[in-house]
């Protein structure tokens, strides 16, 4: 079943294949900061030092959104979606508890359940680079925890003192708003519903990083998709061609980056590299690729599309299942 009138089904598979067969899908996303996120481990913001440009050759430190926060959060997505249409249940398919094996979230992305089975993700995210330097794209922020009388001062409470201030204060660095992370998200061997399963993911999902904080808050932009038959550039190589094609006084303001200016440097960049690749790609990038992403979030936007897609992605997954995918056996019985 056709989803989609403005792709050629060559690019895609008529059935998830067992074994990679050359085919890959690139989406093309930059990733926005609407407010304050955590990209960290053990307590500090992830950063790495790299090369400014491809063609600066000036040393600076960067923002990094490492892959699993970014293919996590898409993913838990998908599967809310999946138990809300009724396509999976939490009893019989938990993240990183308990997998069903058989729907498109299982199948696409993958897991690893021991003796039981394992199956690879076939969406391929590595760590992405902030265009900007580390020093310009956090802040510091002082966090405190009030008593319920909304002041730090006790009035007794759980046998304190009255009027003793607490000591419940923190410091923590945040990414600022406004921080850009080029990213480029890869689908193997995609079929039709599978293509459409992934782009969803990443068009809906709007919180990354620390999941016990509140902010998070971040919009995917999408400027193209790339069909090939093999890998393209890092996101890293990506970030540095931009970052090459800001004006030096956009570079050294201390204002955001204005996000058409982004935009328009990163498609320039994209096109420019995609031109130094030897493999064989079709690209649909800049106006090229605004008729798919209109009726993608035409056939998204409404009930009976977003069902037929996860349909046809769970009917995909369950023939792929039943054909390569051992059932649970049951546990031997004690005697």
């Known amino acids: 079943m056709s989803l989609l009138k403005t792709l050629d089904s060559k690019f895609f598979h008529s059935d998830i294949p067992y074994k990679p067969m050359g085919k890959y899908v690139h989406f093309l996303t930059i990733r926005v900061t609407e407010s304050y996120p955590l990209f960290q481990t053990d307590g500090e913001l992830n950063k790495a030092r790299v090369r400014a440009g491809i063609d600066s050759k000036k040393t600076i430190s960067r923002l990094s959104m490492f892959k699993r926060k970014q293919s996590t959060p898409e993913r838990l997505v998908g599967r809310e979606l999946l138990r809300n249409y009724g396509l999976i249940t939490a009893e ?34 590595d760590t992405a680079f902030s265009i900007t330097p580390f020093d310009e794209s956090h802040e510091s922020f002082t966090l405190n925890a009030p008593y319920e009388n909304g002041t730090m001062a006790s009035k007794g409470e759980n046998n304190t003192k009255v009027g003793e201030v607490t000591s419940r204060i923190n410091q923590q660095d945040h990414i600022r708003p406004q921080v850009f992370f080029p990213s480029i998200v890869t689908l193997k061997d995609p079929t039709e519903a599978g293509f459409l399963y992934v782009f969803n993911n990443i068009l809906r999902t709007r919180h990354y990083g620390a999941q016990t904080t509140r902010t998070g808050r971040v919009r995917n932009e999408l400027i193209g998709v790339i069909f090939a038959d093999g890998e393209i550039v890092s996101n890293l190589r990506w970030t540095q061609a931009i970052y090459d094609r800001l004006p030096d006084e956009v570079l050294q303001s201390i204002d955001p980056l204005d996000e058409d200016l982004v935009m328009e440097k990163a498609t320039e960049a994209i096109q420019a590299l995609m031109a130094e690749e030897f493999i064989v790609h079709t690209d649909f990038i800049g106006e090229n690729f605004q008729p798919l992403l209109t009726e993608v979030k035409t056939l998204t936007g409404t009930e009976a599309g977003i069902l037929s897609l996860l349909n046809q992605a769970d009917k995909e997954a369950k023939d ?9 056996k049951p546990a031997a019985k004690k005697p």
């Open 92 to 125: 019989e398919c938990e993240y990183n508890v308990k997998f069903a094996m058989n729907n498109p979230d299982c199948i696409i992305y993958g897991f690893a359940i021991g003796d039981s089975g394992s199956e690879k993700s076939k969406v391929v995210v």
């Open 320 to 328: 792929y299942a039943k054909k390569h995918i051992a059932e649970k």
